[in-house]
């Protein structure tokens, strides 16, 4: 079939996990989404979609295991704020972590504010680099909301370990994403 901006390409556009068992092409079927771009880079694939209605959405495919595997911590940025949309997206793959009861202690910060980066910077150690980023996410845990569910093991190993999961999968959508510095 062909959309407004031409044929749906397959080739860029399948995502096969196992045979018959899920691929975007047949999800963009039935939503009647059309490919009109793909990039690839060295771990993602980049794919643009429209519908027949001017609709579009866009799609970032990365291997998990090229993920672990690629992710790097940095410590130089760019200029470039990250948007709003993106912020959430990240965030909200944060808080998919699993964690002790399902009880989610995590707070998260959004810090765009240029002195309380640089406050935070100083109370990391002294770790500059923290406000050069055009956002900081601090992450925190609710000790509170831990020992209500497990008592003193969930204040000393379950809120750690609960915050440590849901950064490990804000690190990964962070490379996922085309955000300055990842």
Known sequence: RGGPLGPLRRDKCVLQRSPGEFSASSILDKLEYYC??????????????????????????????????????VRRYTDEDVPDEILK???????????????????????????????????????????????VVVVCADLTVSGRGYGQRGVNLYAVQDTAAAVQNLLLAVHAEPVAGS
Not at 47 to 57: D, K, L, P, T, V
Not at 60 to 72: F, P, S
Not at 102 to 130: C, H, M, T
């Open 89 to 135: 997206k990240i965030l909200e793959a944060a808080c998919q972590a699993p964690s002790a009861g399902n009880l989610q202690p995590w707070l998260f910060y959004v810090i765009r504010n240029e002195d309380l980066k640089k406050e935070i910077a100083w109370d990391a150690g002294g770790q500059s680099f923290v406000a050069e980023a055009s956002v």
């Open 36 to 73: 009109y771009s793909s990039s690839e880079s060295f771990d993602r694939l980049r794919i643009n979609f429209a519908s027949r209605e001017g609709r579009r959405a866009e799609v970032v495919v990365v291997d998990l295991y090229e993920a672990i595997r690629g992710r790097r911590s």
